[in-house]
């Protein structure tokens, strides 16, 4: 069945940078676009970023516009975000999740890693 | 991009019916027939449950259903069962590649 697992969460010092990784299994990755979605626990959803199936094109919220970077390896089907200049304000639990390219929702999601910014 | 606009909270008795609706704007709700609804149970991931306004995924019941009317869509449940208790989110493609959450709505079932 379809899986989305995502890691590298943790503890990182405000300013300092972290890669997550989400991993996908049980479908044909290079046919979905992939996003990163956070949620400060206990609050809201927060749309982040997304790339497409093919990896052409990319887009980003304007809270991590130039700051986040997302990017895929579909030899090992996998989409990774990027994150440098953290912040205190990033806390948050980040999802990844699935999108049919064109068809605007997100169908499946992963259970989340949690990244805590804190000196 | 402002977040859509949710009620922080709605509930109701099992076997009733209750409705959350998500404002937006124009540019979003109002153009775009893509809204889309997520529930969160504690500690879990989002799940789908409404997808272009009004779709049912396979394996959703069918005591949820979605509409629109102008710049406010909404998310009906019908038969309130304790399962339904949790977290609601509307989601909106607004243009450019983006999208916005709504804050989201905490159903409490008495």
């Known amino acids: 069945q379809v899986q989305l697992v995502e890691s590298g969460g943790g503890v990182v010092q405000p300013g300092r940078s972290l890669r997550l990784s989400c991993a996908a299994s049980?479908?044909?990755?290079?046919?979905?676009?992939i996003h990163w979605v956070r949620q400060v626990p206990g609050k809201g959803l927060e749309w982040l970023t997304v790339m497409s199936y093919d990896g052409n094109n990319k887009y980003y919220a304007d809270s991590v516009k130039g700051r986040f970077t997302i990017s895929r390896d579909d030899s090992k089907n996998t989409l990774y975000l990027q994150m440098n200049s953290l912040r205190t304000e990033d806390t948050a639990i980040y999802y990844c999740?699935?999108?049919?390219?064109?068809?605007?929702?997100?169908?499946?999601w992963g259970q989340g890693t949690l990244v805590t910014v804190s000196s | 991009q402002s977040a859509l606009t949710q009620p922080a909270s709605v509930s109701g008795s099992p076997g009733q019916s209750i409705t959350i609706s998500c404002t937006g704007i124009s540019s979003d709700v109002g153009t775009y027939n893509v809204v889309s609804w997520y529930q969160q149970h504690p500690g879990k991931a989002p799940k789908l449950m409404i997808y272009?306004?009004?779709k049912r995924p396979s394996g959703v019941s069918n005591r949820f259903s979605g509409s629109k009317s102008g710049n406010t869509a909404s998310l009906t449940i019908s038969g309130l069962q304790a399962e339904d208790e949790a977290d609601y989110y509307c989601?909106?493609?607004?243009?450019?590649?983006?999208?916005?959450f709504g804050g989201g709505t905490k159903v409490t079932v008495l």
């Open positions: 989601c909106s493609h607004v243009g450019y590649s983006t999208w916005v």
């Open positions: 272009e306004g009004s």
């Open positions: 049980g479908f044909t990755f290079n046919n979905y676009a």
């Open positions: 999740a699935t999108e049919t390219w064109g068809s605007y929702y997100f169908n499946y």
